[in-house]
């Protein structure tokens, strides 16, 4: 077919045009030269769809259509993402396909992540792949994750591998992670995904590793603050013994010489919403420049915040409870009079 355009003049808010065609388009593109700066929501149908996926002229074309596919949740979409990843030839169009696919929550998105696993070779593009595998529970995905990690990949595919292989939780290869936490490598890069990893399975017998790797001394520079973050991600999921542990962790390391750590832990008692830790925060603020304190002045308003909407009754049950107490206090004098 031939390329056909026509300019549009917008200067209203709302706007319908009519534009005769002789014949059905085989494709529809909406400001095809990225001219203008705009966010597009435009679905012509499936069928157009599927088409600009593989023929659109540009990377934002292909991209759009992408996106477009996967939103509606139709099997045949998804699958028309998957068939068309191997031919597309520019890794930021594959990685928002990966991308697509962890959002989908479909069958049809984890067999296609399954073998985005399986064949994706870009070192740009597969740590994305690995990214969006977090979103699922199964089985071809934690099978794929690991055929991946014997062949041999990168250090950062392999940090967000080790995720995803601790987002499969009761599932998830312990012993392996376990072992990658305490290996040291280059900046840490591997490690670190283990620690994160090691997190996202929600085990509580993580806690005494993270708690040593955090600590002065315990690992590298680079390591610290990952173990820090990884110990407030733990202690949403643990019981509370182990989240008091946890919080009393994070309170020390409050004095802890390397920056990073110390408001990594700043970062991590608000995550946690440990609104006993208030006082310590606060004092970390007053030892610290403007630049270095805001940020633990912040939690501690935010926690304040909290607890206060915690503490609040609202004002259709007060009512109710004073009208309650009215009633008893109505009925008591009664009795006694």
């Known amino acids: 077919g031939e390329w056909h355009s026509q300019q549009l003049h917008v200067d209203q808010a709302h706007h319908t045009f009519v534009m005769p065609m002789p014949a059905a388009p085989e494709m529809i593109l909406f400001d095809p030269d990225g001219d203008v700066l705009h966010k597009l929501s435009f679905n012509p149908g499936d069928d157009l769809l599927r088409r600009q996926l ?28 998957v068939d068309a990843h191997g ?54 995905i934690r099978r794929a994750i690991l055929q991946r990690l014997d062949e041999g990949i990168g250090y950062v595919a392999t940090q967000t591998a080790y995720v995803a292989l601790g987002a499969q939780r009761e599932d998830a290869p312990y012993e392996l992670l376990l072992a990658a936490a305490e290996r040291p490598g280059f900046n840490g890069i591997e490690q670190i995904g283990a620690i994160r990893g090691l997190a996202a399975t929600r085990r509580s017998e993580a806690l005494p590793l993270l708690l040593r790797l955090a600590r002065y001394g315990g690992s590298s520079y ?107 206090e109505g009925e008591v004098a009664r009795m006694k009079a």
């Not at 520019?90 to 984890?110: D, F, I, P």
Request: charged letters at 30%.
């Open 222 to 328: 680079y390591v610290r603050p990952a173990a820090v973050r990884a110990l407030a991600t733990l202690g949403a999921h643990v019981e509370t013994r182990e989240r008091t542990q946890i919080v009393e962790a994070l309170v020390e390391l409050l004095r802890d010489p390397v920056y990073q750590v110390a408001i990594s832990a700043v970062i991590g008692l608000e995550t946690l919403e440990a609104d006993s830790a208030i006082a310590a925060l606060e004092a970390y603020a007053r030892g610290k420049v403007r630049q270095e304190a805001v940020v633990a002045r912040r939690a501690v308003d935010r926690l304040r915040k909290k607890g206060e909407r915690a503490g609040q009754i609202p004002q259709k049950e007060l009512e109710d409870l004073r009208n309650q107490v009215r009633r008893l």
């Open 54 to 81: 593989v023929e659109g002229p540009t990377v934002l074309a292909r991209i759009h259509a992408v996106k477009e596919l996967a939103a509606s949740g139709r099997r045949p979409n998804i699958g028309a993402i």
């Open 87 to 140: 031919a597309e030839t520019h890794w930021g169009v594959r990685c928002v396909m990966a991308e697509a696919l962890g959002k989908s929550n479909s069958a049809a998105a984890v067999a296609g992540l399954a073998l985005l696993i399986a064949v994706e070779r870009d070192p740009l593009v597969l740590p994305v792949v690995f990214e969006a595998a977090e979103a699922y529970r199964d089985e071809a």
